[in-house]
């Protein structure tokens, strides 16, 4: 009855204080979450990119430090599908931001580059995990330029039975691999394989990173294999001259 009686400006009033306190505390802090997830939802996706690709790089950086082999194959995906994103976020129109959009495409790369290398390095320092970091190096980039690095610690860890089927995935992306054509002639004793090989060790340079005894070692074996494997799949097609010609190639090797 007071309330009917109140002027109608106070009435407004009071019905404003009655409904702002019949709003709980609990209700306030669901509607301020609704808000910040609206906020999240409404950033432009490169923001959200941009945070998730410096995580991720953060992450497996720490990872490979560590030589940690399960996350970094874990993070390795991750962060490679990030990279990827952002370095394919179309140049901007607004011109103030092109030089901001030039350097996380750059960055990105650069995670990009150091990912792949961080499977690479990790399956060489964890022979048992070799199998799971390279082919998951070999997802990401069949023509990365550091399969090269961890090929021979992979087909190792394939052992006799799977080499052959691991030499093929690398030479699909890295048709010059000298461990896996070397693993493919002598695991089918085909010469093609082999003459491929000796092509290969004839003319290709000493790996960055390795002694000049360990590649001269290494060239010595590959080529002598090649020619003997070569040589002895001649003998097999009856084609004497070639036969004769790939063995006694290999005999300096031997």
Known sequence: LLYSRLPSRDRRERSTNVGYNLVSRNHREVFMRFLITLCIFLLPAGAAFADELDDNYAAIKQAEQKKDPDQVTKLALETSKSAKAEAARPQPSDSSEVEHWKQRVEFAREVEDFTEYSLS??????????????????????????????????????????????????????????????????????????????????????????????????????????????????????????????????????
């Not at 089918?188 to 000049?212: D, F, I, Q, W």
């Open 121 to 254: 390095t990790t399956a060489i320092a964890n022979p048992s995990k070799a199998v799971e970091l390279v082919d998951t190096l070999i997802q990401i980039n069949p023509k990365s330029k550091y399969l090269g690095l961890a090929a021979s610690t992979y087909l190792q860890a394939l052992g006799p039975k799977r080499q052959t089927e691991g030499a093929q995935k690398i030479l699909s992306g890295d048709p010059n691999s000298e461990d896996a054509l070397f693993a493919m002639a002598s695991g089918t004793m085909n010469g093609a394989y082999a003459t491929r090989l000796v092509n290969v060790m004839k003319s290709k340079a000493k790996p960055e990173g390795m002694s000049e005894a360990d590649w001269d070692k290494k060239k010595a074996l590959f080529l002598g294999e090649g020619y003997y494997i070569a040589g002895a799949a001649a003998c097999t097609k009856s084609t004497w001259t070639d036969c004769d010609r790939d063995l006694r190639a290999a005999l300096p090797y031997v």
